[in-house]
């Protein structure tokens, strides 16, 4: 069965108490993920994720910040993902813009206004451009058909990267998982990093990326 699916024409405020899914809307004994489709912007102030968690497609900016009068109280999904299916500019940022997963469409150009956690994948299939760096926790891919603009700033990867669209980037790319890495593709890039700490960590390279800085 098709997951269920809520559509909000205008925009959606999550201001408080909990945001969750994982209930058995079609009737038939299973944990529908759910979707929520938000044609205006998103924003969350102080509402927290509670369990498994609705897709969230939105066609304008989200941003995520704590509540108001607790800085602790912000929203942090560890499952369900964000889906930017609008059509040119999109912004996501905020003080606390925790993503669990993400995904560029085609058409969209999202810009990140902050500085991102991603607890799982990146996938980027439209526009990228960051004004800051980011942390990706899980694996991040350029799809061909992508432009992606990263500053210049440190982004951490945990995981795999692969660079398959034009890539406009000046950043330190610094791999800082307790796994190997792999980093695909023959884009290029700025400086690659391989963190240096007490657990043993490395980068495979694969194709041949081409890097304008350092490789350390």
């Not at 440190?154 to 980037?169: Q, S, V, Y």
């Amino acid at each position: 069965d098709p997951p269920a699916v809520l559509t909000v024409q205008g925009n959606a405020n999550f201001s408080g108490g909990q945001l969750s899914s994982g209930i058995d809307f079609n009737n038939n004994n299973s944990n529908d993920t759910g979707e929520i489709h938000v044609l205006g912007n998103v924003a969350f102030a102080g509402t927290t994720a509670s369990g498994t968690q609705p897709d969230l497609f939105f066609a304008g900016d989200l941003t995520s910040d704590p509540a108001p009068n607790n800085a602790n109280r912000f929203y942090d999904p560890t499952s369900g993902q964000f889906i930017a299916n609008g059509v040119g500019a999109q912004s996501l940022g905020g003080s606390a813009a925790r993503v669990h997963s993400l995904d560029v469409g085609a058409n969209s150009d999202l810009r990140l206004t902050s500085a991102v956690t991603f607890r799982s994948t990146l996938l980027v299939r439209g526009g990228l451009t960051t004004d800051v760096g980011f942390d990706a926790n899980g694996d991040v891919s350029f799809e061909t058909g992508s432009t992606v603009t990263l500053a210049a700033d440190e982004h951490t990867f945990e995981r795999d990267l692969t660079l398959d669209g034009t890539i406009n980037a000046a950043a330190t790319f610094v791999f800082d998982g307790v796994q190997s890495g792999i980093l695909h593709g023959s884009a290029t890039i700025g400086s690659v990093r391989v963190a240096k700490t007490s657990t043993a960590r490395s980068l495979r390279i694969a194709n041949a990326p081409s890097l304008t800085g350092d490789l350390e």
